[in-house]
């Protein structure tokens, strides 16, 4: 969850790192630094705080270098201070080192370096490596670091740079992100694609044991026993703009304005309702297998895992798959029943989520059939699983997910009904209903935008209350839980989600006019007992914002707030009953002044458990 950018070439590399770390800063921000050399010296500045703070120190006191690395760092070992910033360095400081990750052994590690006079100035586990890499440091970097990385355990992506060698850049990634760009007479290394795009489409990215040695015009990849590996060069088509926030206020906004091509990008090709076909070749799962399988797990955390609880009805609906769907940081410690003809499917924005990550390796040492839904081409979960299937999102930057869950229900949707045609549980009538169904969902969120703003004025009324219920039934519970982590996760307002139907098993007790309570209430076969539910808040001096059907006029009578989403079938309604209420929590952040984007103690993507 911190960011890396590196960069060896013939422009200043000071722009180009500060420029890749502002793209990263969402991934965490406590402190941040650059490490260049000039006149085969290291020069290091680090500031605490966000980058803005390292910008403006260099423009004070300007730096100009044509190789250097660059961090944005989210704590995990010591606090946040500059002394443990990154970069690092050894204490003659001949070797520079940035690191995102966790060295499971450094306390041995340290105490051995200190054994041998080694002094630390940090708390980090980061500065073992520095100080591992200069004592075994000859003349040759990447050797230096080879024979480091087999002493050290954990998970990290490093840059790594030396005073003696002002042309190489020395890398290397083990279960945590890290891409090399490739430039014409420059190269670099990110974290992620967004810092890489307005450069280069052309990437390669880091397997786990990979070390990599970068030059301006060469670039070579090693394990750890300097063996060569060859690595595919992929061309990523994402536009530099989407990863900008293109003229919204914050990415959240303009990435939930995005849910209706988001949702489009990630069918097309995949659904054809009027010939009621579906095709996920991609996911390579013959149709034998398919017609095998006993039963499913969904594995995911967060946001991922309520797109997972949405599709237990859809998995079960169509396919008739037992479906199970658990936090991948439960199900690790669980003694799960599983089976060669269990489907594992892991679910995850980045690809990179530690609990769910551990939990996929769980699953294939178990040997289970693996699928990973994820955004991110070349995420560690798109390479571990047997089976990917991508979402098309585009990058999401805003720390709260939002266009990430509409492509993931999108894709499990499509995944559903794919299962449900090769295991003949849906005749093809029905098929192309539930086809046409999704496909007209873009329009009708599309619809629903042009009224935003008018969320934003319930949010007016309701912007300082200090807790908050949200109620949903059936394949809308999910939806309630991600109505309250979107309020909660940027806001700071404490907000639970509840399955309507457990209101009468306690919740109803904290009923009073303080307690906005959020319903979700369109039509579906739990319509009735939603209204009932309702009712009974209302009855008790609840206040009520519904989410219901612009046909139901009789909800209005037993609501303070309506808000009218257009009607779909109710196995895709959580794709647009989702939308007012990440609205409803980014208004309510806005006029509370929160950092939308880069809420605190949250990071994009959470690569340690
Ligand atoms: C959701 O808004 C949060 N950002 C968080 O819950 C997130 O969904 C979770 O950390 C899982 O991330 P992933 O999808 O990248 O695995």
């Not at 990058?395 to 995944?415: D, M």
Request: aromatic residues 6%.
């Amino acid at each position: 969850m911190c960011g890396i950018v590196g960069y060896v070439g013939k422009r200043n590399a000071v722009d180009i790192i500060l420029k890749g770390l502002k793209k990263l800063e969402y991934r965490g921000y406590d402190s941040a630094g650059i490490a260049v050399i000039v006149d085969n010296e290291l020069q290091i500045r680090k500031n605490v705080g966000k980058l803005c703070n390292l910008r403006e120190s260099i423009a004070k006191n300007p730096l100009s270098a044509n190789i250097g690395i660059g961090h944005t760092r989210w704590a995990t070992h010591g606090k946040s201070s500059e002394e443990n910033a990154h970069p690092h360095t050894d204490s003659t400081k001949s070797v520079a080192i940035v690191h995102n990750g966790i060295i499971e052994n450094y306390i041995e590690l340290r105490a051995k370096l200190q054994k041998d006079g080694k002094e630390f100035k940090s708390e980090t586990d980061t500065e073992v490596i520095v100080h591992l890499i200069k004592k075994h440091y000859t003349d040759n970097l990447l050797h230096a670091v080879q024979k480091t990385l087999s002493e050290v355990k954990g998970s990290y992506s490093l840059g790594i740079i030396c005073k003696d060698k002002p042309s190489k850049i020395v890398c290397a990634r083990q279960d945590a992100p890290l891409i090399i760009g490739i430039g014409k007479g420059e190269n670099f290394i990110a974290s992620d694609i967004t810092a890489l795009l307005p450069y280069t489409r052309d990437m390669i990215f880091l397997e786990n044991d990979d070390i990599a040695e970068i030059t301006s015009d060469k670039i070579i990849i090693t394990d750890i026993n300097n063996n060569i590996k060859g690595r595919e060069v992929k061309n990523i088509q994402w536009d530099a703009i989407q990863a900008e926030k293109d003229g919204y206020k914050h990415f959240m906004l303009k990435e939930i304005f995005e849910q209706s091509r988001t949702i489009e990008d990630t069918f097309r090709g995949r659904i054809y309702p009027d010939e009621g076909r579906v095709c996920v070749e991609e996911i390579k799962i013959k149709e034998e297998d398919i017609k095998k399988i006993s039963n499913i797990y969904i594995l995911a955390c967060g946001t991922s895992y309520h797109s997972g609880l949405v599709s237990r009805f859809l998995f079960e609906n169509f396919a008739k798959i037992p479906t199970e769907v658990d936090m991948a940081s439960e199900f690790r410690y669980r003694e799960p029943i599983l089976n060669e003809n269990t489907l594992i499917i892991v679910v995850s924005q980045s690809g990179e989520t530690a609990d769910t990550l551990a939990a996929l390796r769980l699953a294939k040492n178990r040997g289970c059939r693996t699928l990973a839904i994820c955004n991110v081409v070349g995420s560690s979960m798109g390479r571990e699983a047997r089976h990917i299937l991508y979402t098309h999102c585009g990058p999401e930057i805003g720390v709260a997910s939002t266009k990430a869950f509409a492509g993931q229900l999108t894709t499990l949707y499509i995944l559903a009904l794919d299962f449900a045609h090769k295991r003949e549980t849906l005749t093809n009538k029905e098929l192309k209903k539930y086809l046409k169904e999704l496909w007209d969902v873009p329009a009708k969120i599309g619809e629903f935008l042009k009224k935003a703003e008018s969320i934003n004025d319930i949010a007016k009324v309701f912007a300082h209350q200090r807790d908050f219920l949200y109620l949903g039934r059936s394949v809308n519970y999910p939806v309630a839980l991600e109505g309250a982590l979107k309020l909660k996760e940027i806001s700071y307002i404490h907000a639970e989600g509840y399955a309507a139907g457990e209101m009468k098993h306690g919740p109803i007790a904290l009923i009073d006019e303080s307690m906005p309570i959020v319903a979700i209430a369109v039509e579906s076969k739990v319509y009735n007992k939603m209204v009932s539910n309702i009712e009974e808040v209302k009855a008790r001096g609840g206040t009520i914002i519904t989410v219901a059907n612009e046909s139901d006029k009789e909800i209005k009578r037993k609501s303070d707030h309506v808000i009218y989403v257009p009607k779909t079938d109710e196995f895709v309604s959580p794709l647009v009953t989702v939308v007012p209420l990440q609205l409803l929590a980014y208004y309510i952040a806005v006029l509370l002044g929160c950092d939308v984007d880069q809420p605190r103690n949250l990071a994009k993507s959470v690569t340690v458990e």
